[in-house]
């Protein structure tokens, strides 16, 4: 028993100083966000007590963590011990002692403290829940029995930001969500575990402040321990060239090759008064009472394994195809209720991963989980001497899938999977093991699997045409019934832009024009609905809303709407319409597509108007796939209905809370038949959003992403390296390609580097593996920001054969902007082209060598700020 506290004591081990000494909590230099002006008391009572704080949401800031700073203690004169009494809650989550990732949240403290007495973790348990070690005393004095750390007696300093809600900016500045945080400090000391008498009423919080660390100076002082399998009881064993794949007793997974070790877990929730787990592990078996897999050796190439849980039955198939491993994995409801299920699949490595030699859904050296990450859902990792690849292969899989790492494990977690009544579903992943370290090479591999290396056309702008700018596609006309287009009517339209189509492509036999479709926006005239007027009013980018949920009231005016049974819904069946894009007196609804919906049915209508009526040779389509953010997102859910596999479950009891409906998912045929019925008309399709499901994933359709969305500013690095980038790597998997970013948002900066940061946007494109297609923009002839449309010009059209990062290599040219020394196949020699920054065309000096039927070219520019492309000479553009 330390001091006048019976209840159970926790406390640390200081490993070592911060900063060998010289710099103590107080001194981390925080860029404060708040900073509270007073103490804070907070009451010692017959329950736990708390004071709350409520911030705004955070702004994303690269290479900072958002941190918490404060001095804790329970109040007494004296120095009288230790006990886990502050417990911290953020957004309705207590804080543990590690991230997401592993690695320790205390973060001046070391990962033990030590005392004449004992030696402790940090973090207890108060209350049923997590709490951080308090000291007794009166603030300023330490008590004497405390070894280390005495030199931060009452402070504490920890990461917050895996727990925070940030700002989230989408496409065209609107925003998508700013969520509040909310933080409460708890007291679990009660008055019932004091001595009579004891002068101890409150515990004070003094200090605290909440902002910004370099996120390079937290990472030096977080310790994490390693997770560490052996795998060595074999069950069952299939192997292949290069590696062999054993099934441990426990049903796990470890892969043996060149010297490597990778292990595979799998988890699966089962509900209770707290949540259990059942598991295929690959060196302990744990779960509910009954749970033992059982391992079956089929035949040289297939092993199954089986597990019973009271609510489920998973059995898995794992065999050899073409050097890779299959794993599908059928989960049978058991029961006649609906049932929520979280299912993680880990990959484990033996020690720490070095920099660069992991990929998340595509991103390098991924700290913060991925969410939204369907269209590249993929987790990579390489070791001294190999590397393993997964790809998620099923819908369900992809769309609900998170990508997240704890030091030396990656979680492929998919945590909204239901099931109904003895229904099944079949979870379908991919294994590569392969002997080299190349994300590449892998992401290429698996694009041959899936047959995505069709020929991209190209170039493309949303705008009208310009000479200098050599745009084989463009987008032309206002939108149907929507937004520009809104309240025109067929004839009108038809009037109006039937001619110019029918001039453009005939002056331009070649050129592909498109008409534009809004996927999950339709615009209403509130002057022709009846009781309209009572229906938000459209602020526009002023104020207007992208998500507004209306009353009842206002619902019941726009039932009679024949979109009404195509709008996203509250669970009460209230409707969702935006007032961001849309202008007065119009709101837009907001809609999602499935087979036999008004919407679906309308998509054909459009496309026949626009195609045979309007004359367009294509089509253009916005916010195609309804998957491309995290499950989480309002406006990629409708909760009015299930889709019979997407729920939400308590994180505490496993329970099945919340069922609804995934639009990306119950979208994915009818979306798929939209595509399918452009290219069977003879037109071209080009959609914003890159696919998410298997329906579409194929389809030669013209996909890309918004570079805009990624939030960054060329200006930062316009002389140096490119970063990799959330929305670009997504194109991995699909036609690669990014829709470029404007200039204009610069401002007065953009004016002076108009041409700079066209071709720095070229080059960020390539340096994350795709494609450019131009946004609205032209580059002037003369003034600071002029220069020339060069890279994009030698760009199309393209078939991929290989992405890279710098450079891309496709049937028709390859091109990079990082020198080298790159293979042309073919037996006439290429022709060499080099664009500098402003990109305008500079004399090369590249060194041509015959090489068997083809040709080595050595490249040399400079790295990250030119552009080289090595092309058929005859290529026609």
């Not at 007495?117 to 007794?136: E, I, K, M």
């Not at 060196?283 to 597990?307: H, S």
């Not at 609205?776 to 994009?792: F, L, N, Q, S």
């Not at 500079?842 to 552009?867: I, L, T």
Request: aromatic share 10%.
């Amino acid at each position: 028993m330390h001091g006048p506290c019976p209840h159970a004591l926790l406390a640390a081990l200081f490993l070592e100083l911060l900063f060998t000494g010289t710099l103590n909590a107080q001194q981390w230099p925080i860029e404060a966000v708040y900073a509270a002006k007073d103490k804070i008391v907070v009451p010692i009572g017959k329950q736990a007590t708390a004071h709350s704080l409520d911030l705004p949401a955070f702004q994303h800031r690269d290479g900072k963590r958002v941190c918490l700073r404060l001095k804790a203690y329970l109040d007494y004169p004296k120095p009288a011990g230790w006990n886990p009494y502050l417990a911290i809650t953020i957004n309705g989550r207590t804080l543990g002692p590690l991230l997401a990732t592993g690695e320790n949240r205390l973060i001046n403290r070391g990962q033990f403290c030590e005392t004449k007495v004992d030696r402790h973790d940090w973090w207890g348990q108060s209350l049923g829940d997590h709490a951080l070690l308090t000291f007794v005393g009166p603030g300023d004095v330490l008590d004497d029995r405390v070894i280390q750390p005495r030199d931060e007696p009452y402070w504490y300093v920890l990461d917050i930001s895996d727990e925070v809600h940030f700002v989230e900016i989408g496409a065209d500045g609107r925003m998508e969500s700013a969520r509040p945080n909310r933080i409460d400090l708890s007291n679990t000391c009660l008055k019932k575990y004091l001595g009579a008498g004891a002068k101890l009423d409150h515990m004070t919080i003094k200090g605290l402040c909440v902002g910004y660390l370099s996120e390079d100076l937290v990472k030096r002082h977080q310790k994490a321990s390693l997770i560490q399998y052996q795998g060595e009881k074999e069950k069952a064993r299939i192997a292949a060239d290069g590696f062999a794949a054993i099934v441990t007793e426990s049903a796990g997974i470890r892969i043996d090759m060149k010297g490597d070790r990778y292990f595979i877990a799998s988890s699966f929730s089962c509900p209770g008064p707290t949540i259990g787990c059942n598991r295929f592990d690959p060196d302990m078996l744990a779960g509910e009472n009954g749970w033992k897999p059982c391992i079956r050796k089929v035949d040289e190439k297939t092993i199954r394994i089986e597990g019973q849980s009271q609510h489920y039955q998973v059995v898995r198939t794992l065999s050899l195809h073409k050097g890779k491993l299959r794993v599908a994995d059928q989960f049978t409801n058991k029961t006649a209720s609906p049932i929520g299920v979280r299912i993680c699949n880990s990959l484990a490595i033996s020690g720490f991963p070095r920099p660069g030699t992991y990929f998340l859904g595509g991103r390098e050296n991924q700290y913060a989980p991925v969410t939204g990450t369907a269209e590249n859902p993929t987790a990579f990792v390489a070791q001294g001497y190999s590397s393993l690849g997964i790809v998620a292969e099923d819908n369900v899989h992809r769309l609900q899938l998170v990508l997240s790492r704890r030091t030396n494990v990656f979680d492929l977690t998919v945590g909204h999977f239901g099931l109904d009544g003895h229904k099944a579903y079949k979870f379908e992943w991919t294994i590569y093991p392969r002997p080299h370290r190349d994300y590449w090479a892998f992401i290429n591999e698996v694009r041959r699997d899936w047959k995505v290396n069709f020929t991209v056309l190209g170039p493309f702008a949303f705008d009208k045409l310009e000479k200098k700018r050599k745009t084989r596609i463009i987008n032309i006309g206002p939108w149907i019934d929507y937004n520009t287009g809104a309240g025109i009517t067929r004839e009108q339209y038809r009037a109006q832009w039937g001619p110019r189509v029918t001039k453009l492509r005939k002056d331009d036999p070649k050129l592909i024009v498109l008409g534009k479709l809004e996927n999950n926006l339709v615009a209403v005239d509130k002057r022709a609905v009846d009781g309209g007027q009572v229906l938000p009013v459209s602020e526009g980018h002023r104020g207007g809303k992208y998500g507004l949920t209306l009353t009842k009231e206002q619902t019941a005016i726009l039932e009679s709407n024949p979109y009404a049974g195509s709008v996203l819904r509250t669970a009460d069946g209230r409707m969702l319409v935006d007032t961001y894009y849309a202008k007065e007196p119009f709101i837009n609804l907001m809609l999602y597509l499935v087979e036999g919906n008004y919407r679906y049915k309308m998509y054909f209508e459009q496309i026949d108007f626009l195609m045979d009526q309007v004359g367009c040779n294509g089509i253009y389509i916005d916010q195609f796939s309804m998957g491309w953010v995290a499950m989480e997102r309002w406006d990629r859910r409708t909760m009015d209905k299930w889709d019979g596999h997407t729920v939400d479950i308590d994180e505490k009891t496993g329970q099945l809370v919340r069922r609804y409906t995934d639009c990306g998912l119950v979208g994915a045929t009818a979306r798929a038949e939209v595509l399918k019925y452009i290219l069977r008309k003879g037109g071209k399709v080009v959609v914003n959003s890159f696919p998410c499901v298997r329906e579409t994933q194929s389809l030669p359709a013209f996909r890309f992403a918004e570079m805009e969305n990624d939030d960054f500013d060329p200006l930062t690095f316009l002389k140096g390296k490119p970063p990799t980038c959330r929305y670009q790597v997504k194109g991995h998997l699909a036609s690669p390609i990014i829709l470029g970013l404007r200039p204009v948002r610069w401002g007065k900066r953009g004016e002076e580097h108009w041409a700079e940061l066209i071709t720095k946007a070229v080059i960020t494109a390539l340096r994350n593996g795709v494609l450019y297609y131009y946004y609205t923009c032209y580059i002037p002839d003369k003034g600071p920001g002029a220069g020339d449309y060069g890279p994009v010009n030698h760009m199309f059209p393209f078939t991929p054969m290989e992405l890279h990062s710098g450079w891309l290599v496709g049937q028709e040219r390859t091109i990079a902007c990082i020198s080298g020394t790159y293979r042309w196949p073919n037996k006439e020699a290429p022709a060499c082209h080099r664009f500098d920054l402003k990109g305008r065309e500079v004399p090369h000096g590249f060194k041509m060598q015959r090489q068997g039927d083809g040709w080595q070219v050595k490249v040399v520019v400079d790295d990250w700020n030119e552009v080289a492309v090595l092309e058929e000479p005859t290529v026609g553009r």
